[in-house]
């Protein structure tokens, strides 16, 4: 059960011949959405939302807030989410940036990451880049409340397996600003030249170059600007996709500048494609998946042999078996 589509095809490749024999099957993350939900005005917990947001900024007029929710470790990037943001601020200059504000839910320091408060003080003038931390063990309650606050999440990690904020903030109907890395590229949902939500294979094992561009307009996607070779013994690659602070400063003016009544209808088309039946992104469609996907396991389920012989002298190396360009 892959959690992302990249993880799906990633299998098959490594698998070659044998996949065929395998049950391998898109199990994405599914959202409660009678935990994560948008809330509006007339909406029975609006005034409980006013009294979050003001207690969250300290009575200040907040117009436009961008979110952070991950941890504070390197491969997420969250220093560069600061830099970003400081750039925004100063294209809209300081009247406008006043009114602005980046939520971190992260940890402030971390030695997986950087020292983020260093990271404010020395890049960010405060008397106009309002940047508030969150360190606190929320409810699921609270943290759909932060998550309606919010006018978009950004979530710009180099490699990353899914994106699980990006998915609770689509649910209660905020847009998102990814950078296009694993399974967050499937949540804008880029179309082929079909019109169909794109798959991977070994000619198109991933969209980080920008193949394809049209996606879903709940989301402004960023591109890496350059992809290196990560690792580790046990895992000796897997691509490292940077995106430009510039680039992610963009994408917050873009969203920035559709104003608000058109970011509610945007987040809101969001939220109706990740709990539908296409995208699987709701609790139901996970957990109907997984029930199908162990159902015919046991169905197909053959038992292994008691033993394997293998001959290890004939051992090799494989080569990949992808392109390397993904063009």
Not at 4 to 26: F, H, R
Not at 160 to 167: A, P
Not at 202 to 227: I, L
Not at 311 to 319: E, G, L
Request: net charge negative; aromatic share 10%.
């Amino acid at each position: 059960m892959g959690i992302s589509k990249q993880t799906v095809n990633i299998n098959k490749l490594v698998l070659g011949d044998l996949a065929k024999d395998k049950l391998i099957k898109y199990v994405p993350h599914g959202i409660n959405s009678d935990l994560f939900y948008p809330i509006q005005e007339g909406h029975k917990d609006f005034d409980n939302l006013l009294e979050f947001k003001n207690n969250l900024f300290g009575g200040k007029d907040i117009e436009f807030t961008l979110f952070f929710n991950s941890r504070n470790i390197q491969r997420k990037h969250p220093g560069d989410v600061i830099l970003a943001y400081k750039l925004f601020c100063d294209r809209i200059g300081k009247e406008k940036a006043k009114k602005c504000a980046l939520v971190m839910k992260t940890e402030i320091s971390s030695q997986h990451g950087t020292d983020l408060r260093a990271i404010k003080e020395t890049f960010t003038d405060p008397e106009y880049t309002n940047i508030f931390f969150n360190t606190e063990r929320l409810s699921p309650q609270q943290m759909n409340l932060l998550y309606n606050i919010s006018d978009v999440n950004v979530l710009i990690s180099s490699n990353e397996g899914w994106g699980l904020s990006l998915t609770e903030s689509m649910v209660t109907g905020t847009m998102i600003i990814p950078n296009v890395t694993g399974g967050m590229q499937d949540q804008c949902r880029f179309e082929n030249d079909k019109g169909e939500w794109i798959d991977f294979d070994a000619d198109f094992p991933s969209n980080h170059r920008g193949t394809y561009t049209k996606h879903g307009e709940w989301a402004v996607p960023v591109y890496p600007s350059n992809m290196s070779l990560m690792g580790s013994p046990l895992t000796p690659y897997i691509y490292d996709d940077r995106c430009k602070p510039e680039d992610v400063a963009d994408a917050m003016y873009e969203v920035y500048m559709l104003g608000r009544e058109e970011r509610n209808r945007r987040g809101l088309v969001g939220r109706e494609w990740a709990l539908s039946d296409e995208s699987k992104f709701s609790s139901v469609n996970m957990t109907s998946t997984i029930i199908d996907c162990i159902d015919e396991t046991f169905t197909k389920f053959k038992p292994r042999p008691k033993y394997d012989l293998i001959k290890i002298d004939d051992y090799k190396v494989d080569k990949i078996k992808h392109k390397l360009t993904g063009y």
